[in-house]
């Protein structure tokens, strides 16, 4: 089944910080957090493995809380370059596959 | 992060025809490869889990026929579109999964049949 992102879209101004979020109604093994821009394959960000994990990379970080099967991605003193749609990817405790989010449209305006 | 490279990038073909995608990981070996299509605004669907030396898993509703998947190596998938039609018009993405648990997207591949 499909994880629920929220929110579906979002527009900042240069600076300001955002939070995707990422449920899912299954027990999780891990969540995967990837960014597409317009009419480019998606870019791995980070993966969040079971046991709680948090991680993040310059400015861009996330939480994956295993018990409520959420994970968030949040984004600080946000770039334009952060301007695409954020894809979050869950993986089930059994299989290889990653089952995908409807995304998050993130625009950053200067 | 590892790279995976995707063949062609863009494709334009009459419809009936058959059009084949490669998706290679470039510099580890990947066992396990995912076939996505992606229309636009959307988000990634998968079409099938490939896996070197065996036939290839595909979701529901992805016709085995239609969408002919080879893993005939650790780095090397293919895709393809057997009997193009319009519909058949999308972005095709494949994905590698390392020996961890990370997995990386090809560039894609969009296809346009007339």
């Known amino acids: 089944q499909q994880p629920v992102q929220s929110p579906q879209a979002v527009i900042l101004r240069e600076g300001e910080d955002a939070v995707i979020n990422c449920s899912s109604s299954k027990a999780l093994y891990s969540v995967h957090w990837y960014r597409q821009k317009h009419g480019e394959a998606p870019v791995f960000l980070m993966i969040?493995?079971?046991?709680?994990e948090q991680k993040g990379h310059d400015k861009i970080s996330a939480s994956f809380n295993e018990k409520k099967q959420q994970s968030s991605l949040y984004l600080t003193a946000s770039q334009l370059s952060y301007s695409g749609t954020y894809f979050c990817g869950t993986r089930g405790n059994a299989g290889n596959m990653l089952t995908f989010g409807g995304g998050t449209r993130l625009m950053v305006k200067p | 992060g590892a790279v995976v490279s995707q063949h062609p990038s863009w494709v334009i073909c009459k419809s009936g025809t058959s059009v084949k995608i490669e998706c290679r990981s470039l510099?580890?070996?990947?066992?396990?490869m995912f076939w996505y299509r992606q229309f636009p605004k959307q988000s990634l669907m998968l079409m099938a889990t490939?896996?070197?030396?065996?036939?290839?898993?595909?979701e529901q509703g992805v016709e085995k026929d239609k969408f002919l998947i080879n893993h005939a190596s650790l780095t090397l998938s293919t895709l393809t579109v057997t009997s193009a039609h319009p519909e058949d018009s999308s972005f095709y993405i494949c994905?590698?999964?390392?020996?961890?648990?990370?997995?990386?997207f090809g560039p894609g591949t969009r296809l346009t049949v007339l």
């Open positions: 969040l493995l079971k046991g709680g």
């Open positions: 490939s896996n070197e030396g065996s036939k290839a898993t595909y």
């Open positions: 994905s590698a999964k390392t020996g961890g648990n990370e997995q990386f």
């Open positions: 510099d580890f070996q990947a066992t396990t």
